[in-house]
């Protein structure tokens, strides 16, 4: 039975994170998606609420756990017995980063921690948890970014740290 993690911050969940979970959800038998808790950056959402947005999401792929984890990726996968990381990659900049990071895991988890990279379809090249922040933050539509139920909660966050894009809205 394979098994993989894709982890990542998922800081609002977007098209391009569900496509690469279809994606790869297809590929093993498990996948466990896991939200970073990244102390080193100020999230939009909580931990909690960045799970909650993900299991929603991927409620209709039964393969698919929706987890969370503080601490080394190779920790985590230790724990879960599980040996492939996957990464999404959007453009050359990610590989070189992402690259560097797989090398890291492979290295100091004694070869226990593999990853794959998955290019993300060319309608989500993109796009970005980053890009979608912003774009809201001004007002903006992002129907082309997250689907509805993540839209709704992102417009609600926006509601109350930029409320002079919204008072119309």
């Known amino acids: 039975m394979k098994h993989a993690i894709y982890p990542g911050s ?5 098209y391009g994170h569900i496509d ?3 994606r790869a959800a297809k590929m093993f038998d498990d996948l466990t998606v896991c939200v ?3 102390k080193a950056k100020t999230p939009l959402f909580s931990v909690d609420e960045r799970v909650k947005m993900l299991r929603k999401v991927s409620e209709n792929i039964p393969n698919v756990h929706v987890d969370s984890y503080y601490g080394l990726l190779m920790d985590y996968a230790r724990k879960i017995d599980c040996h492939i990381a996957v990464r999404g990659l959007r453009a050359v900049t990610d590989f070189e980063y992402e690259l560097q990071i797989a090398h890291a895991n492979r290295t100091i988890s004694g ?3 593999d990853t794959i990279f998955i290019t993300s379809s060319m309608e989500y090249a993109y796009l970005s948890s980053s890009v979608v922040k912003e774009i809201a933050s001004f007002g903006g539509d992002i129907t082309l970014c997250v689907p509805p139920v993540i839209e709704e909660e992102v417009i609600a966050k926006m509601r109350v740290l930029h409320p002079e894009f919204y008072s119309n809205k």
């Open 10 to 14: 998922f800081d609002p969940v977007t």
């Open 20 to 22: 690469i979970i279809k």
């Open 36 to 38: 970073l808790d990244n």
């Open 111 to 113: 070869g226990w921690l």
